[in-house]
Each structure stands twice: as C-alpha cells, then as structure tokens.
C-alpha cells in the first residue's frame, strides 16, 4: 500500500508542477483560471491521500474546506470575466 501512496503522491507532484507552468504560461486569463482550478483540485488530492496514508481522518476535513474556498474563487473569476475582465482604462 505504502508503495501505490508513493506513486500517486509523484504523479500529483508531476501533474502539480505542470498546472505550475500552466498558471504562469497561460496565454489568456481563462486559461490561467482554468490551470488555478486544476491547481487546488489536485491539492485536494494530495491532502486526501495524505490523508489516508497517515490515518488522519481530520485532514479530510481540510480537504474539504480547501475545495469548497476554489470552488467559490472559480465562481469569483468566471464572474469577473463574464463583466469584461480586465481593462485598460
């Protein structure tokens, strides 16, 4: 078990480091918005098997909360750019 909580923990780390890049190389805003979602989702994966994996039933409870706080930073961004985004003013 401890070795398929090694794996998984690496391919987040990977996929972690690509949304990285993602956020800082996108070339519109939508896109960085999209890569900040993809971002803290696979944080909330990360914290889950961390979870399992230390047999702490409390950090699920972070996980959720971190999930329901990028959920509504998700619904604050596509708000901002469904009035226009940023502007040039």
Known sequence: ?????????AVMALALC??????????????RV??????????VGIIGVVAIATDV???LDVAIVMALMAFMAA???ARFLERGGPRDD
């Open 1 to 9: 078990m401890s070795t398929l909580i090694l794996l998984s923990l």
């Open 75 to 77: 619904i604050g961004f």
């Open 57 to 59: 039933p409390s950090l």
């Open 34 to 43: 999209v890569a900040l979602e993809l971002f803290s989702s696979i944080l």
């Open 18 to 31: 690509l949304a990285f890049v993602r956020l800082f190389r996108g070339p519109s805003l939508p896109d």
